[in-house]
């Protein structure tokens, strides 16, 4: 009974810091079906990881809430502005040819992808369960 307990608290805490590419807007850095893993503003537990007032740099790929998007999306931060005191990010696809539509505040970050060596943490294709379930 233990082993399952924990079994189901590993599975909260992992699933809680996985998000599932649904388009092929961030290719080749990684595609649609993979699941790249993200350290949260704030997780479901209520524990604050990073801080994307201060801790979001450019070339950092966040996932965000998008004001022309739906679903969170999961973008690369090309440049931060300063406007009237108030800070910004130019948010932009690597497979894109045009910025995002909407200059982002960091209130619409909810997290940011890991890296290890400067290389994305990214689990390849097992996300397409998700897509397909979820009809995107």
């Known amino acids: 009974m233990t082993s399952y307990a924990i079994i189901i608290i590993v599975a909260v805490l992992l699933s809680s810091h996985l998000s599932v590419v649904v388009s092929g807007s961030m290719e080749p850095a990684f595609y649609r079906g993979d699941i790249v893993a993200t350290e949260n503003v704030q997780t479901y537990y209520g524990?604050?990881?990073?801080?994307?007032?201060?801790?979001?740099?450019?070339?950092?790929?966040?996932?965000?809430?998008a004001e022309w998007y739906p679903e969170p999306v999961i973008h690369r931060v090309i440049g931060i502005e300063d406007i009237n005191g108030s800070k910004y990010y130019l948010i932009k696809g690597d497979n894109n040819n045009v910025a995002d539509p909407y200059l982002v505040t960091p209130d619409q970050i909810r997290a940011k992808v890991i890296t290890i060596n400067n290389s994305l943490l990214v689990?390849?294709?097992?996300?397409?369960?998700?897509?397909?379930?979820?009809?995107?």
Not at 124 to 135: D, E, L, S, V
Request: glycine share 10%; charged share 20%.
């Open 47 to 65: 524990v604050h990881e990073f801080d994307p007032y201060n801790d979001v740099k450019v070339g950092d790929v966040v996932v965000y809430n």
């Open 123 to 136: 689990i390849p294709k097992i996300g397409y369960i998700t897509i397909w379930f979820r009809g995107l």
